[in-house]
T-cell receptor
Framework: DQQVKQNSPSLSVQEGRISILNCDYT??????FLWYKKYPAEGPTFLIS?????DKNEDGRFTVFLNKSAKHLSLHIVPSQPGDSAVYFC?????????FGAGTRLTVKP | DAGVIQSPRHEVTEMGQEVTLRCKPI?????LFWYRQTMMRGLELLIY????????DSGMPEDRFSAKMPNASFSTLKIQPSEPRDSAVYFC????????????FGQGTRLTVV
């Protein structure tokens, strides 16, 4: 049973435009949410996170939005750059549990 | 610190053989996670440890899989006997405190069972 879902396996955007990656979760016990970025042949690396007490967290070109009532979060990248091309994993966690989605492959075209 | 270290990076083995994957977490991190990445399911949590004690192994697919953490600096994931459907990339990750903090991943072990 997938507790974290990323329903879009891939996304392609033009350089300079906005990339929006979506994630849904089912377990209301999750209270901390993270996005990881993964390049080929490397492990995932942490990108940005948000606590359940917030609805938005921004770090440079990256913003994560959380809608607790809908159990939905999204990652916005603006402007998108070719170097952002990677697989993005959404993660939802509580103190003793961390679950990942299946990932979304983002391709940013020059 | 060199980060989370996994070995080997690649493993090719024949069906029925025993496979052991190794992980050295970041020093001082008290949580260690084992994940398996597949195309269909993404990153699946297999098992995690807190202070060397297994906390949740409900993600371990079958009895063929076992994991140990004999001390704070070393963990193993063993598959015996291995099957072709076990082919995947296996990641180890550690966190400094709880699952609700940033996890640091190793580079993964790509396992191929033929």
């Amino acid at each position: 049973d997938q507790q974290v879902k990323q329903n879009s396996p891939s996304l392609s955007v033009q350089e300079g435009r906005i990339s929006i990656l979506n994630c849904d979760y089912t377990n209301s016990m999750f209270d901390y949410f993270l996005w990881y970025k993964k390049y080929p042949a490397e492990g995932p690396t942490f990108l940005i996170s948000i606590s359940s007490i917030k609805d938005k967290n921004e770090d440079g070109r990256f913003t994560v939005f959380l809608n607790k009532s809908a159990k939905h979060l999204s990652l916005h990248i603006v402007p998108s750059q070719p170097g952002d091309s990677a697989v993005y994993f959404c993660a939802a966690s509580s103190r003793n549990d961390m679950r990942f989605g299946a990932g979304t492959r983002l391709t940013v075209k020059p | 610190d060199a980060g989370v270290i996994q070995s080997p990076r690649h493993e090719v083995t024949e069906m029925g053989q025993e496979v052991t994957l190794r992980c050295k977490p970041i020093s001082g991190h008290d949580y260690l996670f084992w994940y398996r990445q597949t195309m269909m399911r993404g990153l699946e949590l297999l098992i995690y440890f807190n202070n060397n004690v297994p906390i949740d192994d409900s993600g371990m697919p079958e009895d063929r899989f076992s994991a140990k953490m004999p001390n704070a600096s070393f963990s193993t994931l063993k598959i015996q006997p291995s099957e072709p459907r076990d082919s995947a990339v296996y990641f180890c990750a550690s966190t400094p405190g709880g699952a609700d903090t940033e996890a640091f991943f190793g580079q993964g072990t790509r396992l191929t069972v033929v």
